[in-house]
């Protein structure tokens, strides 16, 4: 075996790492993730995720945890309520049966119907759990935020923020959009969509957006108009977590000096830039327990490629990031985890700089078909016809 007697070392522990950690160990290798977060009490930011048929589904299901994920699923989170800026309801998944199995007229020309497939969706921070409680005692290193590493002897010494240091064999990172790790891999620069989104969360969204959380039926509500979208959709813990997604010049916000940690400048913003949406929405901006975290998108050329090494690779965002218009970001991470996780252990490569090239041109070309849909997803969302588009795939699709 390619790992027999070496040291895994995954630097990071979103649903990426998490999942290859598992499915590593169910191989009997010996592996460790260094993850930042103090420890497994750490607020979860981010939306529900859906996982996919081809990718998140088919992780779960050889990690053995497919039963324990249902268990956790949320029903109502994958339901949604589209509506135009004046709050008005255009389509309402609540009131509809909608069949999994059926096929959406010329699928492979609209890159739109990817959003309105049926998946199940589970809080981050209950697939997070699921995952964590999986491994074996004392995977995970806490606390570990990576700096630096350096090779030592066929593998690399680790060096981290809390002054500690490990050696590894093979490193992988899946330390996301923000990856230290790759660029030790590669030096190609991401580029930026167009498209920025300001995220906010509200916390106990019942008492602080009242209106909103009722109308969100415990499920996502859709909101398009004036080539700009609001998504929102509430978690199980009672918050309400919002996008504001529109098209904005790169260095828009630092030109205009945009203070996220202002609530009340981000609603003068939005009242500005968002002149034509209806007052209903201004119920995301009045609560006291609100956080906004600017999100401009970017994502790697379609072309990219690196020089494969015997003893480090990268997966999830941190190989391939792109923004969220077709919802792969975590569903592309697992299903790198898989790859990897196979290629590594199959039997198939006579050394590790085989396995890994096999997988790496695996998921550049994989990742590459992806970012062409979800750009062309992120055009279709702020175009002018967005709503008409978006609800005609939503009909066909039940």
């Known amino acids: 075996m390619l790992l027999e007697n070496k040291q895994v070392a995954i630097i990071g522990g979103g649903m990426g790492g998490l999942i290859l950690a598992r499915l590593l160990q169910l191989q009997n290798i010996k592996v460790k993730v260094y993850e930042r977060d103090l420890n497994s009490k750490v607020r979860v930011q981010g939306s529900p995720l859906d996982l996919h048929e081809d990718s998140g ?15 956790n699923i ?54 997070r ?10 995977t995970i290193v806490w606390n570990s935020q990576f700096l630096s590493m350096e090779k030592e002897k066929e593998g690399w010494r680790l060096f981290f923020k809390n002054e500690t240091s490990a050696y590894a064999d093979l490193v992988i990172g899946a330390d996301g959009a923000s990856s230290k790790i790759r660029s030790y891999l590669s030096d190609q620069k991401p580029l930026y969509s167009g498209i920025t989104m300001i995220e906010g969360t509200i ?24 080539e700009q979208n609001i998504m929102y959709g509430t978690k199980g813990d009672g918050s309400l977590m919002f996008l504001l997604s529109s098209k904005i010049p790169e260095n828009w916000i630092t030109e205009n000096d945009l203070d996220f940690k202002d609530n009340q400048k981000i609603f003068d913003w939005f009242i500005a830039f968002y002149p034509n949406w209806s007052p209903e929405w201004h119920e995301l901006f009045l609560s006291k327990e609100l956080h906004f975290i600017p999100r401009p998108q970017f994502y790697f050329p379609q072309n990219q490629s690196w020089e494969t090494q015997d003893n480090l690779t990268i997966i999830g965002d941190a190989a391939h990031r792109m923004p969220p218009f077709a919802g792969k970001g975590a569903n592309l991470a697992m299903l790198d985890a898989v790859e990897l996780a196979d290629f590594l252990t199959n039997n198939q490569s006579s ?31 702020h175009a002018s016809n967005a709503l008409e588009k978006l609800l005609s795939l939503f009909s066909k699709s039940v």
Request: proline share 3%; aromatic share 6%; net charge positive.
């Open 57 to 71: 589904l088919i992780a779960m299901e050889k990690a053995n945890l497919l039963n324990e994920f249902y268990k």
């Open 74 to 127: 949320r029903p109502n989170a994958s339901k949604a309520r589209i509506v135009n800026q004046n709050f008005e309801l255009k389509f309402d998944e609540h009131t509809i049966q909608k069949t999994a199995s059926k096929k959406i007229a010329n699928a492979n020309q609209d890159s739109l119907q990817d959003i309105s497939k049926p998946r199940p969706e589970i809080d981050r921070s209950e697939l």
């Open 129 to 138: 759990a699921i995952l964590l409680n999986s491994l074996l005692a004392e």
């Open 203 to 226: 916390y106990n969204a019942k008492e602080n957006a009242p209106k909103l959380f009722e109308f969100s039926n415990g499920g996502k509500v859709l909101a398009i108009g004036n």
């Open 351 to 381: 050394d590790l700089k085989t396995a890994i090239s096999f997988f790496e041109k695996q998921m550049l070309a994989r990742a590459a078909a992806a970012l062409e849909n979800t750009l062309k997803n992120g055009e279709q969302l």
